[in-house]
């Protein structure tokens, strides 16, 4: 009886692995869902932090300026949009799941609009619909 | 003669006035933002569909706003400023690759809208 206690326990403990890894709508209760979306902000965070200085250092002064000026202030966006979002919520155990899951979204997005505007930023045209449509 | 000059100088800039003010139909422009020919007409279509664009956004804003108490109200404003200035510093970074071209204005312009017409979309989703 004891053995197959432990099996159970075992199995058990190899189902919840891959729901560990999947998306966080899987996870049993409020805390693990609010710990599985704040580490998928913090991989989202690690991927944009390495495009952005990526894409800096291959610019000139100038240029980094405009870039940074522009990070700062989606920074600042991303945080007072999470904040309206999230307003609902205040003081509820879902909080942190809504900050993490918000933080994620935007920040997924801005990763895309950097990459989409570097492209546009070194003068390719393509990135442009109307651009090579034009005269001059 | 001198009387007549006087007149056209004075009929001028109401006539400007009033074309400033028109819808926004091309005719009046004299050309057809839907093919239009040299880059200073593509970059006030451009120009044109950027204000479409804000007009748009801002009855979303509007409609938006109203939805919300006064605390949403007071994070959806401030929300909605930070994103105004996040959105002029990304396109001008953006569209940093044409300055001192012709082209800027419409890259510029064409930058603005895009994000513009996405936040008006997202304004509309709700949170």
Redesign the interface.
Known sequence: MRTLILAALAALALTTVPAAAGPCDQMRTQEQSNACAESDYKAATAEINRLYNDTLAKYDA??QT??R??E???I??RD??C???N??NAGASTWPMVHFSCLAELTRKRID?LK??HD????DLTC????D???? | MRAWIIAALLVAPLALAARAAAPADDSQEGFNCAN????IE?NIC?DKDYRRADDALNRAYKKAMADEDA??RE??R??ER??I??R???C???????EG???HP??YD??VTELTDLRTKQLKEG?
């Open positions: 100038k240029n405009l870039l000026t522009a700062r202030a989606w600042t966006f007072a949009e904040a309206f979002r307003a609902g609009e989409a505007a546009c930023q070194a003068g442009n619909q109307n651009a449509s034009g005269a001059d | 239009p020919t040299t880059q593509i451009a605390h949403g994070l959806l401030t929300a930070a994103w200035r996040f002029d510093a990304h001008q970074y953006a569209a940093s690759g044409s071209g012709s082209m419409m890259d064409n930058c949170r």
